[in-house]
Each structure stands twice: as structure tokens, then as C-alpha cells.
């Protein structure tokens, strides 16, 4: 089975940091597009960084553009989310995700994460 567990969510105060991580398993994560979704409070989901695959090309959207730095490990399968500066309007659930799209970056995601929490408070 596919499974992609995130974690490191939590209650931080503007201008602080987390970082997420994603474990996955059950797929040939060497060969997978992994992104991170946000869907704040009554929100559609948007995506907020993604890295390729051997070359680690990153994308960015422009609100965490600076701020945000998205990594993966593929002798862990695993993918990071290092959030700086964070502010209030950054939270939200948090989603890993990993795509088959050949489109940079991807259009639509295929393998989905639980979510994690991120809250900043002001």
C-alpha cells in the first residue's frame, strides 16, 4: 500500500519555524514529482513548493517564495518542508503528495499525505 505520513506540524508564533517531514513508502519514491499542499480554513488546496526527481529541480509559489525550502531524501524516501518567517496567513493543513504528471510543476498530485496542522498565531 501507498503511504505517506506527515508530521511536524504545530502552534508557532509569527516570524517562527517549523519543519514538516513526509515518510513514505509502498512506491518507487526516486521516480516521483513530491509536493506540498496547503487548504487553509474553508480554502481550496494550493500548492506551495515541489522538487523533481534526480536533477531536485524546486517551484515555489510566490507567498513562501524565500521563506520556504522543500528537500528530499531518497535514501529515506522521505520529503521536508523547512518553513521560516512563517506568518499567520501561512496556516493551514499541510499535505505531501507525490505525482505522476510529467508537467513541471505538476498540475495534479496522485498520492496523498493525512495533513498536518500548521497554526501561527500573531
Known amino acids: 500500500d501507498v503511504q505517506l505520513q506527515a508530521s511536524g506540524g504545530g502552534l508557532v508564533q509569527a516570524g517562527g519555524s517549523l519543519r514538516l517531514a513526509c515518510e513514505t513508502s509502498?512506491?518507487?519514491?526516486?521516480?516521483?514529482?513530491l509536493g506540498w499542499v496547503h487548504q487553509g480554513p474553508g480554502k481550496e488546496r494550493i500548492g506551495v513548493a515541489c522538487?523533481?526527481?534526480?536533477?531536485?529541480?524546486?517551484y515555489y509559489a510566490d507567498p513562501v517564495k524565500g521563506r520556504f525550502t522543500i528537500s528530499r531524501d531518497n535514501a529515506e524516501n522521505t520529503v521536508y518542508l523547512q518553513m521560516n518567517s512563517l506568518k499567520p496567513e501561512d496556516t493551514a493543513a499541510y499535505y505531501c503528495?507525490?505525482?505522476?504528471?510529467?508537467?513541471?510543476?505538476?498540475?495534479?498530485?496522485?498520492?496523498w499525505g493525512q495533513g498536518t496542522q500548521v497554526t501561527v498565531s500573531s
Open positions: 503528495a507525490a505525482s505522476y504528471d510529467s508537467s513541471w510543476p505538476p498540475l495534479e498530485y496522485d498520492y
Open positions: 509502498g512506491f518507487t519514491f526516486d521516480d516521483f514529482p
Open positions: 522538487i523533481g526527481t534526480e536533477d531536485g529541480n524546486t
